[in-house]
């Protein structure tokens, strides 16, 4: 994997707004995006497989997933469990720190993720378009 080829990196976990993240940055401001996801060791549902797939077969980008050993994550799972009364506690911190962590490790790239930063943005690319439009 060539590091230098990606303009961003996209924080995704298959559904509509990752979908939506994905297509301004690859079709509208025509950047190459590297994907990271995260995963547990429970089953996926068919429609999140397909999710995933189809949204790194669609706009033709590369994903990362970071997923623990299924002995690690029993051991947290526990523990967290014990702690915060949440089994799964750590997945969801992992969901935000994981594709930080890549973004930063792959060459200081740019990090889109969650849906604040989907909004923000697609105001300013559709600003910027009007603007070019307009001009």
């Known amino acids: 994997m060539n590091v230098t080829s990606y303009d961003c990196a996209i924080a995704v976990s298959g559904g509509k707004d990752s979908h939506f993240k994905v297509y301004l940055m690859k079709e509208v401001t ?3 995006p590297i994907l990271s996801t995260v995963e547990d ?5 068919e429609a999140g497989k397909h999710n995933l797939k189809n949204i790194s077969e669609e706009f033709g980008c590369n994903i990362i997933s970071s997923k623990p050993d299924i002995k690690t994550q029993n051991k947290i799972m526990k523990y967290t469990f014990e702690k915060y009364g949440k089994p799964t506690w750590f997945i969801e911190r992992l969901i935000y720190t994981f594709p ?3 973004a930063v490790s792959l ?3 740019c990090l889109f993720m969650g849906k604040m930063s989907v909004m923000n943005t ?3 690319i559709i600003r ?6 307009i001009s």
Do not use: D, P
Request: hydrophobic letters at 45%.
């Open 122 to 124: 697609a105001v300013s």
């Open 100 to 102: 930080l962590h890549m």
């Open 128 to 133: 910027k378009h009007i603007l070019q439009k």
């Open 30 to 32: 025509k950047t190459n």
């Open 107 to 109: 060459i200081h790239l």
């Open 41 to 45: 060791n429970f089953e996926m549902t």
